[in-house]
């Protein structure tokens, strides 16, 4: 419903990622790749897995009718993305697009932290952060980024500073300003005053 009255208030999505944790854990992922692909409102879809899942053959049918997605797999090695040949394998056989990334380098990026910085420091983070436009709906809220969307969902009391807009089902042309009132007028976020900030500066993790 979320997805629903969010796409009937705008124009088009220039791509829908779908992330996790491991979004292929939830069944009712395959009925989301659908509803946003018959919308019509949805340039590109990506489905970020790190290939611990592998989906059913019937559930594979169902994306093959999807010509707009592609599966981005983040390659932790055997070890930890242990189905990471086969789904691969499977993709190609089912001809859908795949992106396989190794992740070599993690950066201590999602560490939540209370910083006391600047008007002008929170300025700096936010211009140089690589998800500044990600914009993220988490259960039935839209928040600007992904760290914001999980710290306010982490406890939504202690970081009820987070900026967050309600996708309710508001008549559409009334979200839609809404919408574009809250996506434009940020030149920094709360979060990011915990955030480590997510640029090449970020502290790698070994």
């Avoid at 829908?16 to 946003?36: F, K, Q």
């Avoid at 797999?73 to 056989?93: C, M, V």
């Avoid at 434009?184 to 979060?191: D, E, Q, S, T, V």
């Amino acid at each position: 419903e979320t997805l629903s009255s969010f796409l009937s208030s705008i124009d088009k999505l220039n791509e829908l990622r779908i992330i996790g944790g491991e979004p292929l854990l939830n069944t009712a992922v395959y009925d989301l790749i659908e509803y946003a692909y018959l919308s019509g409102k949805v340039n590109d879809i990506v489905i970020y897995t790190n290939a611990t899942i592998l989906p059913a053959e019937d559930q594979f049918n169902r994306l093959t009718k999807v010509p707009n997605l592609t599966f981005k797999l983040s390659d932790y090695g055997p070890s930890l993305s242990r189905k990471a040949d086969r789904l691969t394998q499977q993709l190609k056989r089912m001809s859908i697009a795949y992106i396989r990334e190794p992740i070599e380098i993690w950066t201590d990026s999602g560490t939540i932290t209370q910083h006391s910085r600047t008007t002008s420091q929170l300025k700096e983070v936010f211009g140089q952060c690589c998800v500044n436009d990600a914009f993220t709906i988490l259960h039935d809220k839209l928040y600007i980024c992904p760290f914001s969307a999980n710290l306010h969902n982490l406890d939504p009391t202690t970081y009820s500073h987070v900026e967050h807009l309600l996708i309710d089902k508001t008549a559409p042309h009334i979200l839609r300003v809404r919408i574009s009132d809250f996506i434009n007028k940020h030149k920094y976020l709360a979060a990011c005053n915990n955030c480590n900030g997510r640029d090449h500066n970020v502290t790698k993790v070994k």
